[in-house]
């Protein structure tokens, strides 16, 4: 009973809430696709969900110090030699290599390395790993499967990781003091990047001057497209601009209540892109159909789960079990907060899933295996 009375209902009731929203708003969005195929999509949906479910009470039941001392190598060396094949032998889609047969490997790729990470941080090789040194190593550990990510090309999921290794690193006390310092220089960085696309793609530029300008921007042409969306958006509506426009128009025209489940109309009448409706911009079919109370709703429920692992973080009796609830909480919240903030403009279009509500096995799979080891580490916490 005591065992039981450590389970997090909070958490637990959350992700079921998030996974009925998303199957519901993937079936709104497949069916208002006219390929047949995509009418049956919440049903992979919901089994993949089944399936997760199993996997979340299977390591909730399982201790989390005997996954991170016996699995979490192995599975950090799976990941990379998966990373590595879907570069030799994947399948190309829209333009990069990320799925090997039925999987993304990018994606599982992130629970490898947040797990290795907090073994290493929270466990008895952090007197060796302090300081710069540390750093190092860590920066190496973290870096191999980036720039694998990096070369299929996906940016977005590469920059996902990011903020939960930055979480990571700041609360086991590596190399803080560097480590404020190198994120400020990254910022500085990133401001520059925009500051020297504004630039280039300012309207009267010319092309002799936009060509001198972005031979120093390190970004690949569509990714220096998506930024010009972002710094200007009311250019180039029919064009390069049409995907964020339609976005913002189906979020607001869901007035305060929404148009009803499935009666979507710029998703109905593909306004809204039928390739992106059902990934990245899900979010816009969302809101269109349950308008703002829905959407603050779906915030909520995102909102409790992110309050639930740092809450499993805050009685956690181990600083592993510490850093791999705060580590995994702040890779759900980032996803949360740039697939939601680009639907409305904040930052540049990039192509990176809403948990739950997106559709995408792989993704999805990942997400419930992490909470079910967030669960772990509150259900093991003596």
């Given at each position: 009973?005591?065992?039981?009375?450590?389970?997090?209902?909070?958490?637990?009731?959350?992700?079921?809430?998030?996974?009925?929203?998303?199957?519901?708003?993937?079936?709104?969005?497949?069916?208002?696709?006219?390929?047949?195929?995509?009418?049956?999509?919440?049903?992979?949906?919901?089994?993949?969900?089944?399936?997760?479910?199993?996997?979340?009470?299977?390591?909730?039941?399982?201790?989390?110090?005997?996954?991170?001392?016996?699995?979490?190598?192995?599975?950090?060396?799976?990941?990379?030699?998966?990373?590595?094949a879907v570069l030799l032998v994947g399948e190309e889609v829209y333009g990069g290599k990320r799925w090997l047969w039925f999987f993304q490997p990018s994606e599982i790729s992130k629970l490898g390395v947040i797990t290795l990470l907090a073994s290493l941080l929270g466990g008895r090789w952090f007197a060796w790993l302090d300081g710069f040194r540390g750093f190092l190593l860590t920066g190496a550990l973290i870096g191999v499967p980036a720039l694998l990510i990096l070369a299929?090309?996906?940016?977005?999921?590469?920059?996902?990781?990011?903020?939960?290794?930055?979480?990571?690193?700041?609360?086991?006390?590596?190399?803080?003091?560097?480590?404020?310092?190198?994120?400020?220089?990254?910022?500085?960085?990133?401001?520059?990047?925009?500051?020297?696309?504004?630039?280039?793609?300012?309207?009267?530029?010319?092309?002799?001057?936009?060509?001198?300008?972005?031979?120093?921007?390190?970004?690949?042409?569509?990714?220096?497209?998506?930024?010009?969306?972002?710094?200007?958006?009311?250019?180039?509506?029919?064009?390069?601009?049409?995907?964020?426009?339609?976005?913002?128009?189906?979020?607001?025209?869901?007035?305060?209540?929404?148009?009803?489940?499935?009666?979507?109309?710029?998703?109905?009448?593909?306004?809204?892109?039928?390739?992106?409706?059902?990934?990245?911009?899900?979010?816009?079919?969302?809101?269109?159909?349950?308008?703002?109370?829905?959407?603050?709703?779906?915030?909520?429920?995102?909102?409790?789960?992110?309050?639930?692992?740092?809450?499993?973080?805050?009685?956690?009796?181990?600083?592993?079990?510490?850093?791999?609830?705060?580590?995994?909480?702040?890779?759900?919240?980032?996803?949360?907060?740039?697939?939601?903030?680009?639907?409305?403009?904040?930052?540049?279009?990039?192509?990176?899933?809403?948990?739950?509500?997106?559709?995408?096995?792989?993704?999805?799979?990942?997400?419930?295996?992490?909470?079910?080891?967030?669960?772990?580490?509150?259900?093991?916490?003596?």
């Amino acid at each position: 009973m005591k065992f039981l009375r450590r389970f997090d209902g909070l958490l637990f009731a959350a992700m079921l809430a998030l996974v009925a929203v998303g199957t519901v708003t993937i079936y709104s969005a497949g069916h208002a696709r006219a390929a047949a195929f995509f009418h049956g999509v919440w049903r992979s949906n919901l089994a993949t969900a089944g399936f997760g479910l199993v996997l979340y009470f299977a390591l909730a039941a399982f201790d989390y110090r005997k996954y991170l001392d016996f699995l979490s190598v192995p599975a950090y060396a799976l990941s990379l030699v998966c990373l590595v094949a879907v570069l030799l032998v994947g399948e190309e889609v829209y333009g990069g290599k990320r799925w090997l047969w039925f999987f993304q490997p990018s994606e599982i790729s992130k629970l490898g390395v947040i797990t290795l990470l907090a073994s290493l941080l929270g466990g008895r090789w952090f007197a060796w790993l302090d300081g710069f040194r540390g750093f190092l190593l860590t920066g190496a550990l973290i870096g191999v499967p980036a720039l694998l990510i990096l070369a299929e090309p996906d940016l977005g999921t590469t920059l996902t990781l990011v903020p939960a290794t930055v979480v990571i690193l700041f609360v086991a006390g590596v190399w803080r003091k560097g480590l404020v310092t190198l994120l400020a220089v990254g910022g500085l960085a990133a401001v520059a990047v925009l500051g020297a696309v504004y630039e280039a793609e300012k309207p009267g530029v010319l092309p002799e001057r936009r060509a001198q300008i972005l031979r120093y921007v390190p970004l690949k042409p569509h990714q220096v497209k998506r930024v010009r969306v972002f710094l200007f958006p009311e250019e180039d509506l029919r064009g390069a601009g049409w995907n964020l426009r339609q976005a913002k128009l189906s979020i607001g025209s869901g007035g305060y209540a929404g148009k009803g489940i499935g009666k979507g109309e710029l998703n109905h009448l593909k306004y809204l892109p039928p390739s992106i409706s059902m990934n990245d911009f899900i979010f816009c079919v969302y809101a269109e159909e349950t308008g703002f109370v829905g959407s603050v709703v779906l915030l909520t429920l995102f909102g409790l789960l992110l309050v639930s692992g740092c809450r499993v973080a805050a009685v956690a009796t181990d600083e592993r079990g510490r850093l791999l609830a705060l580590g995994f909480s702040t890779l759900v919240f980032a996803h949360v907060y740039v697939n939601i903030a680009m639907s409305i403009g904040l930052v540049p279009i990039t192509g990176l899933p809403l948990p739950f509500v997106s559709s995408g096995r792989t993704f999805l799979l990942t997400v419930m295996c992490g909470l079910g080891l967030i669960q772990s580490v509150s259900l093991h916490r003596e």
